[in-house]
C-alpha cells in the first residue's frame, strides 16, 4: 500500500458561471458521496477543502531570519482548491480514486505518490 | 527478466541479476553441460542474486520481508515457478511500459529497452535522440514505475480495451519508425516480434491479429519500396514478383479469419485493404470499390483527417481526379506531407500544372527522408 496525495487545482480568472445555490448544494452532495466511499473502502486517510488563496501566508527564511509574507505562495494564475491522502494499493486504484474525485469535483487531480511517511 | 520484475518490483534490481545469472552461466555451462530448463535456471540463480543484492542493501523493511519470502520452500502461490508462465509475465511487462501514465515517447522507449532487448544507445539511435537524454529518458520512466507503483498485471476484462489501445499504438509507432528511419531496418522486424508476441499471448483480441497482420502486409512490400539508389518507389510502379508471399500468405490468413470473427476495428481494416492490394497482379487490377468501401468501414471506426485523406485517394481511382480532390481540399491536413503529395498528384491528373508543382513543392519541403523529398522534388516522378 502506498500513499498518495490528491490534489484539486483551480485556475483563476478561468472563465465560468458562478455556481448558483443549487450547483453548490449537488457539489455538496457530490463530494460527500465520494468521500464515504473513500471512507467504508479504507482509502481515505485526510482530506477537504481549502479556504480561498488569498487567506493564505508564506513564511520563509531570508538572510537568517523569518519572512512572513501576505497571499500564497505560488504567483501564478493556478491554485490548490484542496486535497485528498488516500492510500492505496498501486497507482491503478489511486488513478481510480481520482477519476472519481475529478467528476465530482470538476477540476483536474494531480495524483503524487509519497516517499516514506512516518508514522504517528 | 519479465519473471524477476514482477517478483522484484523493481527493474533495476532485476536487469543486474539476469546480467549476473547471465554471466554465470556463462561460466558454468560449457563446463557442466546446459541444465534441462535453461530459461528457468537463469530466473532461479538470477532470483537468488537479487536476493543477495536485496540483502546487501537493506534499504526498507519491506523489500527485506520480500526478499526472505523468495527463499525456495516458501508457498506463495505468487511466486512465479520456474517452468511456469514466463508468457505471463511478458504480457505483464507490455502493460506496464505501456501505462497510461507514462508518456508516449517513454512507453515506446521501455518496450524497446525491456521487451525488445535493444540497448540504450540503440533505441537512442531509432528515435535520433542523444544518448545521454534517452538513458534519462528510460531512467525517469523506471523511477516514476517504482515510485508511482504503476502495477505490474494485465488489466481486467473491462479495463482491457483503453488499456490494449496504447499497447498497440506503441509497436505501430516502432514499426513506422523503422520505415522512415532506414538505418534501422531492424524497428519493423522488431515491432513484428513484438506483434507476433502479443497475437500468442492474446488469441482473442481481434485488433491484435489486426495489427500483425497489417504489419505484415506492409512488410511483404518492403523488397521493393525503394531503388538501389534509395529512390522512393510508390504502390503503382513497386515490381510485385518481389514481394514477399509467404508474409502475404500470412498476413492474408489473418485478414480472413478476422472477417470471420466479425469484430472490426481500425487495424484489422487496414490489413484487409492491404490485402486486396496484395491480391492485385498488378495496380490496374486492383479492386478499388473494395478498398473504398473498406475506408468506408475505417472512417466510421477512426474518424480521422488522415483515414478521410486515404479513403479520397481511393475514391479517386473509382470515381477520378475531379471527385478526389474536391474531397481532398476538405480536409484540414497542412502540416502533413501526404496532404500536399496527394493534392499535386491529383492537380497534375487534371492538367492543372502550375498548382501541382506548388503543392510538389510544398509537399517536398516537409518529406521525412531524402527518398520522398527527392522524388517529390521531381514532380512524383521516378528519376532517370
Redesign the interface.
Known amino acids: 500500500m502506498t500513499k498518495y496525495l490528491l490534489s484539486v487545482h483551480s485556475v483563476e480568472g478561468e472563465a465560468r458561471e458562478p455556481m448558483t445555490e443549487e450547483d453548490m448544494r449537488q457539489f455538496m452532495e457530490r463530494v460527500g458521496v465520494l468521500e464515504e466511499e473513500m471512507k467504508s473502502a479504507g482509502a481515505w486517510l485526510f482530506g477537504g477543502a481549502l479556504h480561498q488563496a488569498d487567506t493564505a501566508t508564506v513564511v520563509r527564511m531570508t538572510d537568517g531570519e523569518v519572512l512572513t509574507t501576505d497571499g500564497p505562495f505560488a504567483e501564478s494564475k493556478e491554485h490548490l482548491g484542496g486535497f485528498y491522502i488516500i492510500e492505496a494499493e498501486d497507482l491503478d486504484a489511486a488513478l481510480a480514486w481520482a477519476s472519481k474525485t475529478t467528476a465530482a469535483v470538476s477540476k483536474p487531480i494531480e495524483v503524487r505518490p509519497f516517499q516514506h511517511v512516518s508514522e504517528a | 527478466m519479465a519473471v524477476l520484475i514482477r517478483a522484484f518490483g523493481d527493474i533495476d534490481v532485476a536487469e543486474d541479476a539476469v546480467q549476473d545469472a547471465f554471466a554465470v552461466a556463462l561460466h558454468k555451462w560449457p563446463r557442466d553441460g546446459l541444465p534441462p530448463n535453461p530459461g528457468g535456471w537463469i530466473t532461479t540463480t538470477a532470483r537468488n542474486r537479487a536476493i543477495d543484492r536485496l540483502r546487501r542493501e537493506s534499504r ?1 523493511r519491506e523489500l527485506l520481508s520480500e526478499a526472505s519470502l523468495l527463499s525456495p520452500g516458501h508457498d506463495d502461490p505468487g511466486i512465479p515457478e520456474e517452468v511456469g508462465p514466463v508468457q505471463d509475465d511478458r504480457l505483464r511487462l507490455i502493460f506496464t511500459c505501456c ?1 497510461p ?1 507514462l508518456s508516449t515517447e517513454a512507453q515506446v522507449a521501455l518496450t524497446l529497452r525491456l521487451l525488445g532487448g535493444l540497448t540504450t544507445k540503440e533505441v537512442a539511435r531509432s528515435f535520433l535522440v542523444a544518448e545521454p537524454a534517452m538513458a534519462q529518458r528510460l531512467a525517469r520512466a523506471k523511477r516514476k514505475i517504482k ?5 505490474h498485471r494485465v488489466p481486467d476484462g473491462h479495463e482491457l480495451p483503453d488499456r490494449l489501445r496504447p499497447v498497440l499504438a506503441v509497436v505501430y509507432l516502432v514499426y513506422n519508425a523503422g520505415l522512415t528511419s532506414p538505418s534501422e531496418p531492424s524497428l519493423c522486424l522488431e515491432a513484428i516480434r513484438l506483434a507476433r508476441l502479443l497475437a500468442t499471448l492474446m488469441p482473442d483480441e481481434p485488433e491484435v491479429a489486426g495489427l500483425l497482420a497489417l504489419l505484415l502486409l506492409t512488410e511483404s512490400r518492403r523488397a521493393s519500396r525503394l531503388r538501389p539508389d534509395g529512390s522512393l518507389v510508390l504502390l503503382g510502379g513497386q515490381d510485385r514478383t518481389r514481394w514477399d508471399r509467404s508474409l502475404i500468405d500470412e498476413g492474408q490468413a489473418i485478414v480472413r479469419r478476422c472477417l470471420r470473427r466479425n469484430q472490426p476495428g481500425a487495424y484489422q481494416l487496414q490489413a484487409a485493404i492491404n490485402a486486396v492490394h496484395a491480391d492485385a497482379a498488378t495496380i490496374e487490377q486492383t479492386d478499388w470499390s473494395q478498398i473504398v468501401a473498406l475506408y468506408d468501414q475505417l472512417l466510421e471506426v477512426a474518424p480521422t483527417q488522415v483515414v478521410a485523406l486515404n479513403r479520397a485517394i481511393a475514391i479517386g481511382e473509382v470515381e477520378g481526379a475531379a471527385a478526389a480532390l474536391s474531397l481532398v481540399d476538405e480536409l484540414d491536413l497542412d502540416n502533413y506531407h501526404p496532404f500536399h503529395a496527394t493534392r499535386a498528384d491529383l492537380l497534375r491528373r487534371l492538367g492543372r500544372n502550375s498548382e501541382a508543382a506548388a503543392a510538389y513543392e510544398r509537399a517536398a519541403d516537409m518529406a521525412p527522408t531524402d527518398a520522398e523529398r527527392d522524388f517529390l522534388r521531381r514532380g512524383g516522378r521516378a528519376s532517370r
Open positions: 526498507r501505462h501514465a515510485a508511482a507503483r504503476i502495477p
